[in-house]
């Protein structure tokens, strides 16, 4: 029988219609079925509230990445990531960061753009006047939407409006600049930009289409920097000079070519979005706006750090970013373990958390490079790998390191041989 994915109403059945569903069009066995559907932290209703079709939550490990000092301050930094690694190197890079003080971080402000794209309109340059020329109104129109943000001191704040040369001719585009203190923004911006299209077209004879948040949110920047001392950064018989040479031929190889900056940022990523999931925010938000502001702040993909030697000779790393994370609405405010994540870190701003999520990925970006730049990563990847693969294989306890121990040693990081390591092991055990 051919299988249908045509299933009606998915979202009206009950937890056991979809599970049954589901369970006949896979095949899953009652134990698969048993995985997919334990929610852990969450309760069923939860998660089935959150979004559509739910059958259940897939998890994710959740690590503390520590010696993170931001700004005098020290904080233990929950993230949530699938991938080996990235928490361990985070540490370290924070723990080398620690003698020279730590991170210290800054930021623009929490404000997001909303774009409403108008069409139509033979005057391109005269629409964009007269809709300057409606900016008060634009305003309160949009405050009259949110008055809660607006009392903590939020708000739209501002209008600017830009003419577009597009395929489809002259687009007059308006952002409506607001201030979305402690939310990530999304849904306060996109009502906005949907209550002051339809007088835009009044004003103007055009027609709207798009009313939508801007994730390339160049006014919420943030930034950190930190001073790697060239002697607390040198590795196994590599002295440190040699390493804050090492970097920065790294760092100029991902900014002078795309192929290598998207690995580069990647790895700055994986910090990133560690955190931005374990508190609960919209990764890919984050995601967007990264790599859209390291190809539009120079007119090329870039990097989205920078690294030089100071007059020591000492390493000294930067980023800038946009950062659209929230502390208010959003999974952040209704997921358990997003809650205390958040308490963890202690942050009392989404400002605040923004600037730590920015350490975190210029602490990341110094481990890669350091580790490319001198021994390579795959040694420290595979010690934790091998232990994967051991359990993988069946080992247990003890057995996981013994195994993950040898298969390092003999670099054949492999399922096939940890089966054999594992059956000589046990052999050893019983005789
Ligand atoms: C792997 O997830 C991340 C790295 O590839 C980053 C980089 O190459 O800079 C190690």
Same mark, same amino acid.
């Given at each position: ?31 698969? %079925? ?16 959150? %979004? ?11 690590? @503390? ?5 931001? /700004? ?23 723990? =080398? ?14 404000? =997001? ?12 340059? &005269? ?15 949009? /405050? ?11 708000? #739209? ?5 830009? !003419? ?8 007059? !585009?308006?952002?409506?600049? !607001? ?8 849904? #306060? ?22 009313? %939508? ?37 790294a760092y100029a190889f991902a900014d002078a070519d795309p192929f290598r900056c998207a690995t580069h940022n990647k790895g700055?990523? /994986? ?13 890919? *938000?984050?995601?967007? &706006? ?60 989404a400002q605040e958390l923004a600037e730590v999520i920015a350490a975190v990925g210029l602490a990341q970006n110094f481990a *890669?490079?350091? #580790?490319? $730049? ?19 294989? &069946?080992?247990?306890?003890?057995? @996981? ?16 041989? $940890? ?13």
């Amino acid at each position: 029988m051919v299988k249908s994915s045509d299933v009606s109403g998915f979202y009206k059945k009950s937890p056991e219609d979809r599970w049954q569903i589901i369970r006949s069009f896979g095949d899953l066995t009652d134990a698969e %079925i048993e995985t997919i559907r334990n929610t852990g932290a969450l309760k069923f209703d939860q998660v089935d509230r959150m %979004i559509e079709n739910v059958v259940g939550a897939m998890p994710i490990p959740l690590g @503390i990445a520590v010696n993170f000092r931001i /700004n005098g301050r020290d904080y233990l930094v929950p993230m949530a990531i699938e991938e080996p690694s990235v928490v361990a190197a985070a540490s370290n890079a924070a723990r =080398m960061a620690r003698e020279r003080g730590g991170f210290t971080t800054s930021a623009s402000g929490p404000i =997001m753009i909303g774009q409403i794209q108008l069409v139509g309109v033979p005057d391109p340059h &005269g629409a964009r006047m007269t809709i300057l020329a409606h900016r008060d109104e634009i305003l309160s129109i949009a /405050n009259e939407k949110d008055p809660m943000l607006v009392k903590v001191g939020g708000g #739209a704040k501002d209008v600017e409006v830009r !003419v577009v040369d597009s395929k489809r001719g002259h687009m007059v !585009v308006t952002h409506l600049i !607001v201030d979305c203190r402690d939310a990530m923004g999304a849904n #306060a911006v996109n009502t906005m930009a949907e209550a002051v299209a339809p007088r835009i077209e009044e004003w103007t004879g055009g027609r709207v289409y798009l009313r %939508i948040i801007s994730n390339l949110a160049v006014r919420r920047l943030v930034r950190a920097r930190a001073v790697f001392a060239k002697d607390s950064i040198r590795t196994g018989e590599i002295p440190g000079d040699e390493v804050v040479e090492g970097i920065l031929e790294a760092y100029a190889f991902a900014d002078a070519d795309p192929f290598r900056c998207a690995t580069h940022n990647k790895g700055i990523m /994986n910090g990133i979005d560690a955190v931005v999931v374990a508190t609960g925010n919209d990764w890919r *938000a984050i995601e967007a &706006g990264a790599h859209a502001y390291a190809a539009w702040k120079s007119g090329g993909y870039r990097s989205l750090t920078a690294w030089e030697k100071d007059a020591n000779g000492d390493l000294v790393g930067t980023i800038e970013l946009p950062m659209a994370v929230g502390l208010v609405g959003g999974a952040t405010a209704v997921h358990p373990t997003a809650k205390a994540n958040v308490k963890l870190l202690g942050v009392k701003s989404a400002q605040e958390l923004a600037e730590v999520i920015a350490a975190v990925g210029l602490a990341q970006n110094f481990a *890669a490079l350091r #580790a490319l $730049a001198t021994e390579g990563i795959q040694k420290g990847h595979m010690a934790l790998h091998a232990r994967n693969v051991a359990a993988t294989v &069946g080992a247990i306890g003890d057995e @996981i390191d013994r195994v993950a121990e040898i298969l390092v040693k003999e670099r054949k990081v492999r399922m096939d041989r $940890a089966k054999d390591v594992l059956a000589e092991i046990r052999t050893r055990k019983s005789t």
